[in-house]
């Protein structure tokens, strides 16, 4: 079975904190994942991927996520967010050698951000 | 930035009602999906389609079609509509931007089946 669970449906943090979004996943064989942002009433935007190689990737705004095989995790983070990241943040993971649209999605975490 | 129009924004139609969801882009992408949203599920795979005439069975095909006419051009189908098939729907396409391939999509058209 392929799974992806992000297990906090809300986040709230201030203006300027650091926040951390989990994503465990289950899924057999080689894969990708992915992060994506969906703003109110928009459609969902690209913010980073992995494939392979150096487990930290870097994404747009600031955002980067961190690969461990080991915990099966994908965790996005910032350093220091804005009231700008407030949104919705989906993880995402796909099978090597699919189409990149073929993803199965986690059910996604709401970022709210106070000024 | 590659765009990805879809049509119309909002629907609502009644039980049995047969519906046709647009979707057009105009990046030269051959792959084009279509997803819905429901609220603890995220996003999930109802078709796709790599090319004009394609199609691919995605997840949660049950209850709909899906047709690509032309390489900017993919509809979704929902022939006898149910109120489970309330939703919000989603289009993409993929391709490369800037070196990397990635997802576009577009706004979403919200159906309501009453």
């Known amino acids: 079975t392929q799974t992806v669970s992000q297990s906090d449906a809300h986040v709230t943090v201030f203006e300027g904190d650091s926040v951390e979004l989990r994503c465990n996943y289950s899924?057999?064989?080689?894969?990708?994942l992915s992060w994506y942002i969906q703003h109110h009433g928009r459609g969902l935007q690209f913010l980073l991927k992995y494939y392979s190689g150096n487990p930290v990737v870097q994404g747009v705004n600031g955002f980067e996520a961190e690969f461990s095989k080991s915990d099966s995790s994908f965790h996005l983070r910032k350093a220091s967010v804005h009231w700008s990241d407030s949104a919705v943040y989906f993880c995402?993971?796909?099978?090597?050698?699919?189409?990149?649209?073929?993803?199965?999605f986690g059910a996604g975490t709401q970022l709210i951000v106070i000024p | 930035e590659a765009a990805v129009t879809q049509s119309p924004r909002n629907k609502v139609t009644v039980t049995g009602g047969n519906v046709t969801l647009s979707c057009r882009q105009t990046?030269?992408?051959?792959?084009m999906y279509w997803y819905r949203q429901d609220t603890g599920h995220g996003l999930r795979l109802i078709h796709y389609s790599y090319g004009a005439g394609n199609l691919q069975i995605g997840d949660v095909p049950d209850g709909y079609k899906a047709t690509r006419t032309t390489q900017e051009d993919f509809f979704l189908l929902l022939e006898l509509a149910s109120p489970s098939q309330t939703s919000l729907y989603f289009c993409a396409s993929s391709g490369r931007d800037r070196g990397n391939e990635r997802l576009f999509f577009g706004h979403g058209t919200k159906l309501s089946v009453l």
């Open positions: 899924y057999g064989g080689s894969i990708y």
């Open positions: 995402a993971v796909s099978a090597r050698g699919s189409a990149l649209g073929r993803l199965h």
């Open positions: 990046n030269s992408h051959n792959y």
